[in-house]
Nanobody, 125 residues
Framework: EVQLVESGGGLVQAGGSLRLSCTFS????????IGWFRQAPGKEREGLSC????????YQPDSMKGRFAIFHDKAKNTVYLQINSLTPEDTAVYYC??????????????????WGQGTQVTVSS
C-alpha cells in the first residue's frame, strides 16, 4: 500500500519560513516523482514544485520560483518543501503526491497517482 504523510504545517507569522515534510512508503517502483501542491478555500489545487527520483531534477512553475525549494532525502524516503517569506496568501492545505514512472517532469495534478492527506499552513499578518 502506498502511503504519503505530510507534516510540518502550522501557524506562522508573515515573513517567516516553514519546512514541510512528505514521508512516503510502498511505492512499487524506483522511478517516480514527488510533487507538492496546495489548495486554499474556494480555489483550485495549485502545483508548487516537484522532484524526480531518477536524477533529482526539479521543476517549479515560474510563479513559484524564488520562495519555494524542494529537496529529496532518499535514505529517509522523504521530500521536503522549504517555503520562505510567507504571506497570508500562502494559507492553504499543502499536499504531496507521487507520480509513478513519470514522462518528463511536471506539476499537473492529474498525472499524480497517490496523495497524502494534507497539512494545514496558516499565515497570520
Amino acid at each position: 500500500e502506498v502511503q504519503l504523510v505530510e507534516s510540518g504545517g502550522g501557524l506562522v507569522q508573515a515573513g517567516g519560513s516553514l519546512r514541510l515534510s512528505c514521508t512516503f512508503s510502498g511505492l512499487p517502483v524506483v522511478d517516480y516523482a514527488i510533487g507538492w501542491f496546495r489548495q486554499a478555500p474556494g480555489k483550485e489545487r495549485e502545483g508548487l514544485s516537484c522532484i524526480s527520483s531518477r536524477d533529482g531534477t526539479t521543476y517549479q512553475p515560474d510563479s513559484m520560483k524564488g520562495r519555494f525549494a524542494i529537496f529529496h532525502d532518499k535514505a529517509k524516503n522523504t521530500v521536503y518543501l522549504q517555503i520562505n517569506s510567507l504571506t497570508p496568501e500562502d494559507t492553504a492545505v499543502y499536499y504531496c503526491a507521487a507520480e509513478i514512472r513519470p514522462v518528463g517532469i511536471g506539476i499537473n495534478p492529474h498525472n499524480y497517482d497517490h496523495w497524502g492527506q494534507g497539512t494545514q499552513v496558516t499565515v497570520s499578518s
